[in-house]
């Protein structure tokens, strides 16, 4: 009808062209179209005849009712992305991201998103690879009835995950594991950001600041490698680390359901031979920047620096005690006994012990106490004091 009207007025020369075109917020162009479809065919010449026409590119129905079938038997409650990277990968699947996920919510096998929250400022990620890492855990029931913690060590820069461990529980051991592991794959990094759990930070008062000149024994460790490292004061401060867990609890324990594992030692491997390359494959990206701010390690005893160290005084019987232990002191020729020597006990991620008066070691011992039959079986020069040589 509003055509109709546009068209008398423009017969009757009261509307010119563009006019009328504006009248009906189309182009000069198209209402052109429409007058010859018009005067040739009249109102039902406008009518757009791809509406009652089905689409040469539609998906046949038995493709569509196939692929609904294989999300409910096999993959039912797992995110579009992840199930559609295993469509493509483990079913030979054809179809883009976008028509999987139509379909799916179409069939009520999926909920629709949320409505996208208040714009915010994205904070860019770090220049180059090694310039800031993340660590955290997440305690989350991974496989039925068991919860585990998963400890999480990320590059800043390009999402990558450098180390992926199960555990009972998170703590100082586990969070030298992860420090570990990248250490002896990619070298020395400048940074790590962490929350302020008890094993990371000495918090003197609840929910206050950290205290940076009270480092605990992880803190610690870092400082005699010349990495610096940071407090996180709220979840959105560590964003990235909190949506990859996000990603990991929604994937992880389907994957390990799928593969049949239970057991802590068979998912660990899983991680590392299967999950964490596939993982880096799909979300890590370059950085903003070429090249790399990691530092090869020279010959450093990471054992020597991924320790806990205590300081404890010689007793009268050239033993120290230590916990519930007594490491005894063997004779030496380096002086007659060292009775009243302050001496540092290293306790060592294999929990083995050693006992280090300056620089020299005196004796190592089995996480039990006993005395090894080589007491100072490395090169009896540590333990590490100081940075290690970034400069």
Known sequence: MRFEEAYDNYQDKRLSQGEAARLLGISDRTFRRYLNRYEEEGLDGLADKRLNEISHRRAPVDEVVQLETLYRDGYDGWNVRHFHRWYRTRHQGTRSYTWVKNHLQKAGLVDRGRKRGPHRKKRLPAALPGMLL???????????????????????????????????????????????????????????????????????????????????????ALGRLGIEWFAAYSPQARGRSERAFGTHQGRLPRELALAGITEMEEANRYLQETYREAFNEEFAHPAREPGSA????????????????????????????????HLQIPADTHRYHYVKTRVKV??????????????????????????ETDPCKTSGVGPARGRTDRA
Not at 186 to 202: A, E, N, V
Not at 309 to 315: A, F, M, S, T
Not at 346 to 365: E, I, N
Request: proline residues 3%; glycine residues 8%.
């Open 134 to 220: 993340h660590q955290d855990g997440s305690t989350h029931q991974w496989v039925p009835d068991r919860y585990w913690d998963l400890i999480v060590t990320m590059d800043d820069a390009t999402n990558e995950h450098y180390s992926m461990r199960f555990v009972e529980e998170e703590g100082t051991w586990s969070s030298f594991l992860g420090v570990r592991d990248v250490l002896e794959t990619r070298g020395l990094f400048c940074s790590l950001y962490m929350d302020r759990g008890s094993h990371y930070w000495h918090t003197p008062e609840a929910g206050g600041k950290v205290d940076k000149q009270n480092p605990t024994q992880f803190g610690a």
């Open 346 to 371: 290293l306790r060592h991620m294999d929990r083995s012990l050693s006992v280090y008066h300056g620089p020299r070691c005196l004796a190592r011992y089995t996480a039990s106490g006993e005395l």
């Open 294 to 325: 990691f530092l090869p390690l020279k010959e450093t005893n990471l054992d020597e620096y991924l320790c806990e160290r205590h300081e404890r005084v010689v007793g009268k019987d050239n033993t120290v005690q230590f916990e519930k232990l």
